[in-house]
């Protein structure tokens, strides 16, 4: 391979990637990482709370499943922090490839595990023991996507780059919920419970090593690239993230809540409540679901021109008070249970979702420099998760079923202001 030298510096740096090769590579492997984490929360949600954990008492079982649900979120930091100790010391590829195939392993794992009426309580053990898998894979995954792309973008157009890695997250939530529609479709409830629940873990395996041809072609990011030759490294960057940069870290964290939040409220939880206390059928909500998605996805875009035009900082600002305000409608229309409503619901939460999730991932690497960035952006993203969204289905199932829809929304509230008040001091400044 021609190593390339910088003009400026003269320090030998990779040949860039093509810009297709580079958002296509950031791209593939988040829309499989999500494809993953989504069938499962599907999964969570209609299967195995029927098939992995005793027969009794539904919600005990459903609320079981969740927190199996919730144990990736609490495994995605440690993640974070061993893939990126790598992903800092020996570069972005080979650490993107190695929690891909972590993720990607873990849930064709789930699609051959016995149910508790063949071995009992292994069953669940084995379960939570698979998403303890995904989770460090994903920890590991989104914050290499992230730097993948913005660490390769043109001056002016980190946002855009940077929106790419995001825009995985609708393309998989698609996929996922596409074959579970399939599925429902041209199978029985018989069967679907019996083995066609296993098909979107087993075909994971296909899109995991369609992913891999597409990143073992990429080179190193010139940015990692200059901080080997000018040995800025540093010896273990976890320790070097809670030294030297914790009010980014904690900044950070907060910044992400709304974000999870909102994302599993409009997934996991409206679907789980959709089916149950609004009385839809699964094939129902998730038409519902897959239309809101749409919107999903087309804010995205949006956001990242947004963001480059006007500014990070006013944008995310903006974004967070919109939830905020969502959050007061939440009750009226999802609590309506007519169409109109919970598709209006749906729609509305997914587009904010859109604008606040676009810009993320390169608000949250930029207060970092190269040579912590992975380690930084991964934990500040994956720490959110923890208090945004493990605990967020839990949350509003028990607040919804003990106080009302009301109770949801303010749920809401509380996590956009607290995100509000991060953006208001997040620094924003790149090395």
Request: hydrophobic share 55%; net charge neutral; aromatic share 14%.
């Amino acid at each position: 391979m021609t190593i390339a030298t910088d003009a400026a510096s003269g320090i030998a740096v990779p040949p860039p990637n093509s810009a297709r090769r580079i958002l296509a590579a950031s791209m593939i492997g988040t829309t499989i990482e999500f494809f993953d984490f989504y069938i499962y929360a599907t999964a969570a949600v209609i299967v195995f709370p029927h098939l992995f954990f005793p027969a009794g008492d539904d919600t005990s079982a459903l609320l079981s499943s969740l927190a199996t649900f919730a144990i990736a979120f609490f495994a995605r930091p440690i993640g974070a922090a061993f893939f990126g100790h790598f992903g800092d010391k020996i570069g972005r590829k080979a650490t993107l490839v190695a929690a891909l195939l972590t993720m990607g392993i873990s849930t064709v794992l789930i699609g051959v595990l016995p149910t508790y009426g063949q071995i009992g309580v292994m069953a669940p053990l084995l379960l939570a023991l698979c998403r303890l898998g995904q989770g460090l894979g994903l920890g590991g995954e989104w914050g290499g996507a992230v730097l993948l792309a913005t660490e390769n973008a043109p001056e002016g157009k980190k946002a855009w780059y940077g929106m790419f890695p995001q825009l995985g997250a609708p393309v998989g939530f698609f996929f996922a919920t596409t074959i579970f529609l399939v599925l429902a479709h041209f199978m029985g409830e018989e069967t679907f419970m019996s083995w066609g629940w296993r098909v979107p873990f087993l075909a994971s395996a296909l899109l995991v090593i369609f992913g891999l041809f597409i990143r073992l072609k990429i080179t190193e990011t010139p940015e990692f690239a200059r901080a080997v030759e000018k040995a800025e490294r540093v010896e273990v960057p976890f320790l070097d993230v809670f030294k030297h940069h914790k009010m980014s870290l904690l900044l950070g964290t907060m910044a992400a809540l709304a974000t999870f939040v909102l994302f599993y409220l409009m997934t996991v939880f409206s679907l789980s409540w959709g089916t149950s206390a609004l009385g839809y059928s699964r094939e129902e909500f998730l038409i519902l679901q897959m239309v809101g998605v749409v919107f999903f996805g087309l804010f995205i875009p949006i956001s990242a021109v947004l963001a480059d035009r006007f500014g990070m900082r006013r944008v995310m600002v903006g974004v967070s008070l919109s939830i905020a305000i969502f959050g007061l409608l939440i009750a009226p229309l999802f609590g309506s249970g007519n169409v109109i409503g919970v598709l209006g619901f749906l729609c509305i939460g997914l587009a904010l979702m859109g604008l606040t999730y676009g810009p993320l991932g390169t608000a949250l690497a930029a207060p970092f420099p190269t040579a912590v960035r992975y380690t930084g952006a991964s934990l500040t993203f994956n720490l959110g998760g923890i208090f945004g969204a493990s605990l967020a289905p839990y949350a509003a199932t028990y607040l919804a079923t003990n106080f009302g829809l009301h109770a949801v929304g303010y749920y809401m509230i509380l996590a956009a202001v607290i995100t509000l008040l991060a953006f208001g001091f997040i620094r924003q400044t790149p090395d």
